[in-house]
């Protein structure tokens, strides 16, 4: 268990070490019935206090995500001695616990893929609204007329002809970006990586938004990164909070996602947008600016990229096509300059030498026609469906204590439930219902919100989506009023 202690962090060691360990329960890197180590081994290995770790120990155990049992140790969710004991003698790879690893968090894998029949959990489009029999063509003709693609490597920054299609495709967001300066990805989330691995190491400062998407926090996390994080409203980020903290820390890295913003749907003003760059050039920053599903507007398109303000080179933009044309195929495109963009084809050469051909080539025909065009209004029209049924749903069932923000975009709808709710219980009746949703907790870097949870209404059709809907509300209102019965006052 790899737990990252940042000294000079103005959060407590204690409070560091609480966190860490809850993220690595919540992300199944420590299972029910596994020992952690004992206060005085973590305290040893950590350089800190027997006080300190007893602290972060009693705080999990208050809080239900550890027991300590006498003469046998403390165990993740044990909640007798019997399971404890039990857990003990079942499991045959304790060992494995004193083998160090360097993966401080990874909970948004927990949630990406799920079993359960009402799938809320993640942002993924319907696969029944998507291009599949166009591109199976493609790849059809494609292995006809060049069967030996397969045994071919791919340019590492991309193939030729897709780079040259992208660049025409980018400027649909006011970003003018050469062939030269685009490097196709395995998805935006390799982008991501490549960034943190390229230019963030222990103790370098990342500021997020708070919400926001799970996957950059892990993979940020799993670098050492310190992470500072700015509250998001209805205009995106807030600046003001921004300003401050780019002033006292000087952050090596602006991680936002201004267009129909991973959760909360939100859209940054253009005048914020302006603002962001500014305070990156001041302090010469790199803005990360992620969009996943900026084409996925309901009304009116969004204001223009960051990226298209950019002159100086402070912004590296990630552009994914799995969300919206094909997830098995995994292209992403990531738009730099400079020393900046060299450095990152070299990190992409040192990953995986370039990502498949046979799927770059499968996309680029789409791309290069109409046919990406009518299938975005197309995409756009039945997802703002779905959205509004949801809306309508939760107006009718949801019960009082319970708001969301209407997204304009995007592919999600984030709900906030009264304080005292934790939607981690929420998720484990809901499974036993054959229904899954994301745990708002799984999208804060460093706070500690577990009243709110992502709805993403984009993958499952019509019927299931007004099934899972009402019985997600059913679940809500009965949550609320067993806590309520239960205690003469729900503020405990």
């Not at 970006?177 to 490549?194: F, H, M, Y």
């Not at 997204?407 to 054959?434: C, F, M, Y």
């Not at 500690?448 to 209404?457: C, D, G, I, K, M």
Request: proline content about 5%.
């Amino acid at each position: 268990m790899h737990i990252e202690i940042q000294r000079k962090a103005e959060i407590s060691l204690s409070k560091q070490i609480y966190l860490s360990i809850i993220d690595h329960i919540r992300s199944g890197l420590l299972p029910e019935g596994i020992q952690l180590p004992s206060v005085r081994d973590l305290s040893k290995q950590l350089g800190v206090s027997l006080v300190t770790v007893v602290k972060a120990y009693n705080k999990l155990e208050q809080e239900g995500f550890i027991t300590s049992v006498q003469g046998k140790g403390t165990f993740v969710n044990a909640e007798t001695e019997e399971l404890a004991d039990e857990g003990h003698e079942v499991l045959s790879f304790d060992w494995q616990l004193s083998l160090q690893d360097y993966l401080p968090r990874a909970q948004f894998a927990r949630f990406h893929h799920t079993s359960e029949k009402i799938h809320l959990s993640s942002s993924m489009i319907d696969p029944g609204l998507l291009p599949n029999r166009y591109l199976e063509r493609e790849i059809h003709q494609i292995l006809s007329k060049s069967p030996r693609i397969l045994s071919q490597y791919g340019e590492i920054q991309g193939d030729t002809g897709l780079r040259n299609a992208m660049s025409e495709y980018l400027k649909n967001f006011g970003v003018a970006a050469a062939p030269d300066n685009l490097l196709v990805t395995s998805g935006s989330q390799q982008g991501i990586d490549l960034v943190a691995r390229t230019f963030v190491g222990p103790g370098d400062v990342v500021v997020m938004e708070a919400p926001t998407y799970p996957g950059a926090i892990d993979v940020f996390r799993g670098r050492g990164a310190t992470i500072l994080t700015v509250p998001v409203d209805a205009n995106g980020m807030r600046v003001d909070i921004l300003q401050n903290l780019c002033d006292k820390y000087k952050p090596k890295i602006i991680y936002t996602i201004p267009t129909f913003h991973n959760p909360t749907g939100a859209v940054m003003t253009s005048k914020r947008r302006r603002q962001v760059l500014d305070i990156a050039q001041s302090i010469q920053s790199i803005i990360i600016e992620d969009d996943p599903w900026g084409e996925i507007y309901f009304n009116k398109k969004p204001p223009a990229a960051i990226k298209s303000m950019d002159h100086y080179g402070h912004v590296i933009y990630l552009k994914g096509l799995s969300k919206t044309l094909a997830p098995g195929c995994r292209i992403g495109i990531l738009a730099a300059s400079g020393s900046i963009f060299n450095r990152l084809l070299a990190a992409k050469a040192n990953a995986d030498l370039g990502s498949p051909l046979l799927t770059q080539k499968a996309i680029l025909p789409f791309i290069q026609s109409e046919k990406i065009m009518d299938h975005m209004t197309k995409l756009r029209t039945a997802l703002k469906i779905r959205r509004d049924l949801v809306l309508t749903l939760l107006s009718q069932h949801a019960p009082s204590g319970v708001s969301w923000v209407i997204p304009q975009g995007g592919l999600n709808l984030w709900l906030s439930l009264p304080s005292w709710i934790d939607t981690h219980h929420l998720l484990v009746e809901a499974r036993k219902q054959q229904l899954t949703f994301l745990p708002g907790s799984a999208c804060y870097a460093v706070e500690q919100e577990n009243h709110h949870l992502r709805l993403s209404y984009s993958y499952i059709n019509e019927q299931l989506l007004h099934e899972g809907t009402t019985r997600l509300c059913n679940i809500i209102q009965s949550e609320i009023t067993s806590k309520t019965a239960h205690h003469s006052s729900p503020y405990f």
